[in-house]
């Protein structure tokens, strides 16, 4: 059938390139005219695995086109059009759904009859009502709304569209349901479940998501500080905690706490909701002073490890990412960790594999930009690990201990803990004490 995507984003274009591979016909709508191009030649502006080849595909086959402008939607008939513009945090940390509405206007004038306007952008509770409303108002046909909020994390973002946990569809009227099953077909065999349900639900749904992975990451962190001046060590804590099946093991990472551009925005959101409400913030208000806390803990870790003020200390930092695997910088607490460390009066030098060029956009000259991870090193009183990509796994470490003023290495994400470095005569610190890697777990222990 045929669909519209607003939004060329990291969740717009995912969804447009797997739906249109799935054999929909897709016409996605991106008003920047720079990333237009580019999709057109079948680039995808940021790093996600898998992707552009799923680009070249559809395009190539014809089932994905784009365009600049709305209107295109009139003619190209869609049964359904995803919206997956951007909902930033405003002022008050709610999100922000002007685009979201503006969208809604533009294609009250555009869509013919029963078309269903899919909201897979995260949006605030009460989201769907007020678009429902707005299109009974402003549209001269009867259009349908749904709420399908999306899963993916970046990185990953293709396989978790073919292969979601769950796929959740808020929707009240019969037909739109109808169209949605027809849309997600190709993609039911392969999900965990499809749950249809009320509006507000979805919306929710979305948001206790992330806020929880959230608390995960703020709840191991914070045992990790409690291990530390315990002597407790954070991993065998973690490991011996997520073997629970009711915990789980993912999410219990301890390390510079969390970024990137949802699980912040969205913890910010339910805040200000659960305050607009009067219920209820300080669990969520907790999470966020403790993932903020990891920037000043890492500061100390680095002092300690220096034996003095940061003032003047040349710094090496691996990573800029919020996390491995895109090159997405956003809300990325290495972002805070280099301004905490200029802030300090220290040099610093930044390598990423692949958000070199997002970090130049944000800090300019004020710090230097490594070609790689040994130029990182070079020269600098320690280096301090950021981001968990694999590459910093493979390097030799003889060569950065022999570019190094002193071989100093403070791993924010835990990621060398298996290397030992210690015996290569590095002083090797993750956040949480020196890290000693879980003992092997014998298969007796798990039965
Ligand atoms: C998240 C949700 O996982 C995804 O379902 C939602 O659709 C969008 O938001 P994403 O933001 O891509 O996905 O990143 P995610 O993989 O969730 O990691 C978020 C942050 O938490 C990263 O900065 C990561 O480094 C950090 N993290 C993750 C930890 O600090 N510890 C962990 O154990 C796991």
Sequence with gaps: MRVGCIGAGY????????????????????KDIRKISLLRQARVPFFEPGLEDILRETLRNGQLQFSTDIAALGEFSPKAVFICVGTPSSE????DTRMVMEVVDQLAGTLEAQTVVVLKSTVPLGTYRRVDLQLKAKAR??????????????????????????????YEDERARGVLEELYAPFFEASGATLWMDPASAELIKYASN?????????????????????????????????????????????LGYGGSC??????ALISTLESLGLDQGLFRSVERINASRIDLALEVLKGALGGPLEG?????????????????????????????????????????????????????????????????SDVDALALATEWPEFLEVSFDRVKG???????????????????????????????PAMPPAPISAGSLL
């Design 92 to 95: 008050d940390g709610g999100a």
């Design 313 to 377: 200390a040349a710094l090496g930092v691996w990573g800029a990412a919020f996390k491995a695997r895109t090159d997405d910088i956003r809300e990325a607490p290495s972002l805070r960790l280099i301004q905490a460390l200029l802030d300090s009066g220290t040099k610093v030098k930044v390598y990423d594999p692949k958000a070199m060029d997002n970090l130049k956009g944000l800090f300019g000259r004020k710090i230097e930009y490594a070609k790689d991870a040994y130029d990182a090193a």
């Design 11 to 30: 969740v717009g274009l995912v969804t447009s390139a797997l739906m249109a591979q799935k054999g929909h016909e897709v016409l996605c709508i991106e």
């Design 141 to 170: 046909v009867p259009l349908y709304v749904a709420n399908n909020p999306e899963f993916l994390r970046e990185g990953s973002a293709v396989y978790d569209f073919l292969y979601p946990d769950r796929i959740v569809i808020g």
């Design 403 to 433: 570019l190094m003023r002193q071989p100093v290495i403070i791993d924010c994400r835990s990621h060398l803990r298996g290397l030992q470095l210690e015996s290569k005569g590095f002083y090797y610190a993750t956040l949480h004490g």
């Design 263 to 268: 699980l912040p925005k969205d913890t910010r």
């Design 211 to 255: 806020a929880f992975l959230a608390l995960k990451i703020s709840f191991v962190n914070l045992m990790g500080d409690l291990a530390a001046k315990t002597g407790g060590d954070i991993w065998k804590v973690a490991q011996g905690v997520g073997m629970d099946k009711r915990i789980g093991p993912h999410f219990l990472s301890p390390g």
